[in-house]
C-alpha cells in the first residue's frame, strides 16, 4: 500500500516578515494548540485509556536475550506513583533533585517519570561522564552544580568510582538499581525505594504541578567549558509536542512505534523521542546498541525483532544501517514495509546516505519512506524547525513549527538564526550571566547557528543548515569557509574511510582535514584481519589512495579554494569525551579538536610523512 506524504505531514504555511534592519521574522501561520499542563496528564490518560498497552520494553541481557521485559502503561502509572512516594519523603526538589547516572533504560524511565511526578526535576548525565571520564572533573561540575537529593546509578560495581568521585557534592541517597548496597552507607535498593505507594499524598504533590515547574534539568556537552544546566519546564515540554503532533497528525492516529537508542541526558532522544510516544500513547522499545563499533550488532538483533513506524537516528547510523540493508534484503525488508518516516537528526546527512534509504525504500516497500530532519538545541525542548514534507535533498530543516518565531540575522555574510517561542529555555540553572547573554533584546534565543532560504522567495519550501557561526573562517585571501557545508561533502566524498572530519585552515592559503578514521572501514578496504593495528590500516597503500581520490573528488566538485581541502591527515584516535571533542549525539566540536590537536594541525601545515596530498 502506497503511504501518501500529505497523510502524515500537515501542508506549511508560512508567513515572512522583512524588518528594516534587514532581518527576517518567519513563523507559522498555524496557530499552536492549547496544549497539557504536565508531562505526567499523558501517562495518567494513557494507563486510563490503554492500561494494558506496551508502554516501554528493553532486553536486559542486550542482543544475547530473546525476551523482553514489557511495561504497560497501567504498571507504568503503579510503578511511578510508588517511587514518588518514596521521593516525597527524600525531599527532593529544584533545589534537591533526582540525577540519574544510568544510560536509557525502564528504571531510569520510571525514576525520571516519578521524579516529574511529584514535583521534583530529574538531572539525566550523560553515562560518559561517569564511566569513560577518566578524572569526572564534568561529572562533579553538573552534580555540584544540582546538589541533589537522590542519586539513581544501575550498580555500585559499574559505578562506585563516579559515586565516590562525587561524594563530597551532596548529601542525598543513592538508589541501586540491582539492589546490591553493600559497602555504602547512605544507598538505598530500587526495590525498597518503590515498596510503598500512597497515591492520595502522590495526586496532591502531583496537581500542585503546572506550566512553570521545572521537569528537567539537561547539560549541553560542555564543549567549550562546564557543563551548562538547561532548565526544561512542563510547558517546554508539552507545548513542544503538540506543535509536533499538529506538523505529524499521524501519531495521534497511529500510535508510534520505536526502536531507540538516543541518549535521553540528550533533547534529542529523551524529550523529543520519548515524549513523543508517551504523548501518542505510543511503545518505546530501548536499543541497548549505537552506531558504534561492538554495539551495532545490538541494534541489529532488535531491529529484527520489533517493527518500527518511524526510525529516528544521526547520520553515521543511518549510515551503519544502509551498510547492512544492502547486505541483507530478508532484513531490509522488514525494517522498511513498516516505516513511514525515517528522521535524522544531530548533524548533517550526506546525499549518498540520503538517495541510499530513498532509493531502498521505493525498491523494497513499494514507495519511498518520508526522510524529514528538524532542527533546535536543548534550550529549545528540541522543536525550533520541522521538515514536514519530503524536501528535494538532503539537509532541509524545514520550517518554523506552530508556536515558533524565527529571526534570521545578517552576519558576516550569513543569516544567523535566533528562536523565540514557549518551547525555549527561562535560563540556566543558577547561571544568570549565561541567561543574559542567550537571549536578544527582543527576547529571541541566541544559538549561533546559520541558515539559508531554500528558496528566498517563498518560505515553506524551508531553510538549510549553514554551519556554526563561530566555526567558519577566512583563508588568507579572505575568502570564508563555510566549515559546516564543506565537512558534509568531505565525509561524502572520503567514504567509507571517515567517520568524521574537522576543518583547518585558518588565516592560511588552503583548507586541510582532519580525519576521524573509520578503523573497521579502513582495514576492510585493505583486507586486513579485524585486529591489524590501526595504524598500519590507515598507512596502508589502498587507504592513502582512496584518500588521495577522495580529496581530489571534493575538488571536483567545483567551487574556489574555499569548498575543498588539499591536504588530509587520517587519525587513528578517536574523539575524546573528557575533552569535549565529541558530544553524546556524536557530533565533533571543531573548535575542541583544533586546540587539543594543534600538533595535528601543524603537521598538515608542514606536509608531515602521514599528510595525504593532492
Not at 110 to 116: G, I, K, R, Y
Not at 178 to 200: F, H, I, K, Y
Not at 236 to 260: G, H, N, R, Y
Not at 502 to 521: K, R, W, Y
Request: aromatic fraction near 8%.
Amino acid at each position: 500500500m502506497t503511504i501518501g506524504h500529505e497523510y502524515l505531514f500537515a501542508r506549511p504555511d508560512i508567513a515572512m516578515e522583512q524588518l528594516p534592519d534587514g532581518a527576517v521574522i518567519l513563523r507559522s501561520r498555524t496557530p499552536l494548540r492549547a496544549f497539557a499542563n504536565r508531562a505526567g496528564d499523558w501517562l495518567v490518560h494513557w494507563a486510563r485509556v490503554a492500561p494494558d498497552r506496551v508502554f516501554l520494553a528493553e532486553r536486559p541481557g542486550g542482543e544475547t536475550s530473546k525476551d523482553w521485559t514489557r511495561v504497560t502503561y497501567a504498571q507504568a502509572l503503579a510503578r511511578v506513583e510508588a517511587l514518588a512516594t518514596w521521593m516525597i519523603g527524600a525531599r527532593l526538589s529544584a533545589a534537591r533533585p533526582l540525577a540519574i547516572l544510568s544510560d536509557n533504560g525502564v528504571d531510569h524511565a520510571l525514576l525520571a517519570l516519578a521524579a516529574m511526578h511529584m514535583g521534583s526535576p530529574c538531572a539525566p548525565i550523560s553515562q560518559a561522564y561517569s564511566l569513560l571520564s577518566k578524572d569526572h572533573a564534568k561529572l562533579r561540575a553538573v552534580i555540584g552544580l544540582l546538589t541533589p537529593g537522590a542519586i539513581f546509578a544501575p550498580s555500585l560495581a559499574s559505578f562506585g568510582a563516579a559515586i565516590h568521585a562525587v561524594a563530597d557534592l551532596h548529601d542525598g541517597a543513592v538508589i541501586v538499581g540491582d539492589n546490591d548496597t553493600r559497602g555504602m552507607a547512605n544507598a538505598v535498593a530500587l526495590a525498597d525505594a518503590r515498596a510503598r505507594r500512597d497515591v492520595e499524598a502522590v495526586n496532591r504533590a502531583f496537581l500542585a504541578t503546572g506550566p512553570d515547574t521545572i521537569a528537567k534539568f539537561l547539560f549541553t556537552s560542555g564543549s567549550t567549558g562546564e557543563p551548562k544546566g538547561v532548565i526544561n519546564t512542563q510547558r517546554m515540554l508539552c507545548a513542544s509536542q503538540e506543535s509536533k503532533a499538529q506538523i505529524w497528525p499521524f501519531v495521534e492516529t497511529t500510535p508510534p512505534v520505536i526502536l531507540d537508542w538516543l541518549p535521553w541526558s540528550h533533547t534529542f532522544g529523551g524529550n523529543h523521542n520519548f515524549n513523543m510516544v508517551l504523548r501518542n500513547g505510543g511503545t518505546l522499545y530501548i536499543d541497548g546498541g549505537k552506531p558504534a563499533p561492538g554495539a551495532f550488532g545490538r541494534t541489529l538483533a532488535n531491529l529484527r525483532d520489533t517493527s518500527s513506524t518511524i526510525h529516528f537516528n544521526v547520520p553515521r547510523g543511518l549510515d551503519l544501517l544502509v551498510e547492512e540493508l544492502r547486505k541483507d534484503a530478508a532484513l531490509a525488508r522488514h525494517v522498511l514495509s513498516s516505516l513511514r518516516v525515517i528522521f535524522y537528526a544531530g548533524a548533517a546527512l550526506p546525499q549518498n546516505i540520503w538517495d541510499a534509504l530513498l532509493g531502498m525504500s521505493r525498491d523494497i516497500a513499494g514507495h519511498p519512506v518520508a526522510l524529514v530532519s528538524s532542527w533546535g538545541s536543548t534550550e529549545t525542548a528540541p522543536l525550533a524547525s520541522d521538515c514536514h514534507f519530503q524536501a528535494d535533498r538532503a539537509g532541509n530543516i524545514g520550517v518554523p513549527a506552530p508556536g515558533v518565531e524565527l529571526k534570521l540575522v545578517p552576519n558576516a555574510g550569513k543569516r544567523e538564526i535566533r528562536v523565540r517561542s514557549p518551547f525555549v529555555m527561562p535560563g540556566y540553572w543558577k547561571r544568570d550571566d549565561l541567561t543574559r547573554k542567550a537571549f536578544d533584546v527582543d527576547g529571541f534565543y541566541i544559538i549561533g547557528d546559520a541558515v539559508r532560504m531554500a528558496d528566498a522567495n517563498d518560505p515553506n519550501k524551508g531553510l538549510f543548515f549553514d554551519g556554526r557561526v563561530a566555526e567558519d573562517f577566512k583563508l588568507m585571501s579572505g575568502t570564508w569557509v563555510s566549515v559546516g557545508a564543506l565537512r558534509v561533502k568531505a565525509i561524502e566524498m572520503l567514504a567509507p574511510i571517515a567517520s568524521d572530519v574537522v576543518i583547518t585552515g585558518h588565516d592560511e592559503e588552503e583548507i586541510g582535514l582532519l580525519v576521524f578514521a573509520n578503523v573497521p572501514a579502513c582495514r576492510a578496504l585493505a583486507e586486513l584481519p579485524d585486529d591489524a593495528p590501526a595504524r598500519v590500516a590507515l598507512d596502508h597503500p589502498t587507504v592513502v589512495d582512496r584518500a588521495r581520490a577522495g580529496l581530489r573528488a571534493l575538488k571536483a566538485l567545483g567551487g574556489g579554494s574555499s569548498t575543498y581541502a588539499t591536504r588530509a591527515l587520517l587519525m587513528e584516535e578517536p574523539p575524546s569525551v573528557d575533552a569535549g571533542e565529541i558530544t553524546d549525539k556524536g557530533y565533533v566540536n571543531q573548535r575542541a579538536v583544533l586546540a587539543r590537536r594543534a600538533e595535528f594541525v601543524a603537521t598538515l601545515r608542514a606536509l608531515g610523512e602521514r599528510t595525504l596530498t593532492l
